[in-house]
């Protein structure tokens, strides 16, 4: 059942969606990783590893939602996915670096690559890339960025 205890609880509205339709937000996000993954096998949702993982995130008070799936390939190989999605989008010059840190620390301490995606609810551009550099030494951190603009008077009748 889709229901949150307060219809203006984007964060957790969003949460509830993603996992009740994983499968379809996943067709509709990035339809190249649909094709390749097995449905068939329920897909894990790793929440606490996450929050394990960043945990350090959190402390600053700020809601966001976040979301770590496991999935099955077609091939048999497992494929995790990392979902930020940013409900009260304000311009964070911080924000790809907070990206690929989280992509890092999975990286590291799990041993899995994934694919990252941020969704942005609001109007004001975010990056979909990280990049910095120091005397010829360089870093290019890429990931799937999309906007969905909601009318948020409309959604809290």
């Known amino acids: 059942m889709l229901e949150s205890t307060n219809p203006t609880d984007f964060d ?16 509709f996000f990035l339809p190249e990783l649909y094709r390749d993954v097995d449905f068939t096998i329920e897909p894990e949702f790793l929440d606490k590893e996450l929050h394990e993982l960043i945990a350090d995130k959190y402390k600053t008070g700020k809601k966001e939602v976040d979301k770590l799936a496991k999935l099955w390939l077609k091939n048999g190989k497992e494929k995790w996915i990392f979902v930020h999605i940013e409900v009260q989008s304000y311009h964070d010059k911080n924000f790809g670096e907070r990206m690929l840190v989280t992509y890092y620390r999975i990286r590291e301490r799990k041993g899995k690559k994934i694919t990252a995606l941020a969704i942005f609810t609001d109007y004001d551009r975010m990056p979909s890339q990280f990049g910095e550099g120091d005397y010829g030494t360089e870093l290019t951190y890429k990931y799937n960025a999309y906007y969905v603009v909601l009318d948020r008077k409309r959604l809290s009748h």
């Open 12 to 27: 957790t509205q969003w949460k509830l969606v993603i996992t009740a339709y994983f499968e379809d937000f996943i067709a």
